[in-house]
């Protein structure tokens, strides 16, 4: 059994998130709100994403795997204003979620979640710990899009940098101490990162948002952020590319 209501802005932010890495997902769904972890088919990032029951606004369901496929929640998801309340009930009969916004009614076949593990995250001990707002790193993922298809991410005890070197041009971010949520670095570390993969995961905060990143050098990076007006929780990995001497 499944049966939720919520608005279209918060189903489209979870939405968003699940498909910055897979096209199907596997939601588990229980009393207190449903979870989905994933890896993209690359095995480069992982998604573990927790939203609590009270994102929407009438929620019940029992302990259950559901598999969706995200290119046609959004297609109804499309179909919402902001403030449209969108209703979502499975049709165990026939193995559906039936999804209506306004006067449209969408019955879709769910995917079979046979093949879906869930991941374990790996146990990290990162020694760095920074949160920048979102719309900072945007806008040094703007500034690199057009030099690199990399970009290292470097914390050191005075600030944050991003930087993006390609073969004749280089970008760099600088926040320093000041202008940082918070910061907790002891010694300077350094990572590189695909630059698609972090500018989709940074896209999938609200725009007034910040992320909180947990770093080492030649480590991945761990991602928190909040969802959901903070009633969801995101943990994104994302694999670095060790750099060659």
Do not use: W
Not at 87 to 109: F, P, Q
Not at 162 to 184: A, C, H, I, R, W
């Amino acid at each position: 059994m499944f049966s939720a209501k919520a608005k279209s802005e918060v189903l489209k932010e979870i939405v968003d998130v699940i498909s910055t890495l897979v096209d199907e997902a596997k939601l588990n769904l229980g009393k207190d709100g449903l979870s989905v972890k994933a890896v993209d088919p690359a095995h480069v990032a992982m998604l573990d994403l927790s939203v609590a029951k009270d994102a929407f606004e009438e929620y019940s369901a029992d302990e259950q795997e559901m598999g969706v496929d995200m290119d046609k929640f959004k297609e109804v998801l499309k179909l919402a204003k902001a403030g449209d309340i969108v209703s979502m009930d499975y049709d165990e009969e026939k193995n559906r979620l039936i999804m209506s916004v306004g006067n449209i009614t969408r019955r879709m076949a769910l995917v079979d979640t046979a093949g879906m593990s869930d991941p374990k995250a790996p146990n990290l001990n990162l020694p760095v710990k920074v949160t920048v707002r979102a719309e900072e790193l945007r806008q040094g993922i703007r500034a690199s899009e057009s030099v690199s298809d990399h970009v290292a991410l470097i914390c050191t005890p005075d600030g944050f940098e991003m930087t993006s070197e390609g073969d004749t041009d280089s970008v760099n971010l600088k926040l320093p101490k000041d202008l940082l949520e918070s910061l907790d670095c002891k010694e300077t570390v350094r990572s590189l990162f695909p630059l698609d993969y972090f500018s989709n995961m940074v896209k999938a905060v609200s725009a007034a948002g910040s992320i909180t990143m947990f770093l080492g050098t030649d480590y991945p990076v761990k991602m928190e952020f909040k969802v959901s007006d903070g009633k969801g929780e995101v943990h994104y990995l994302l694999a670095p590319r060790i750099e060659s001497e």
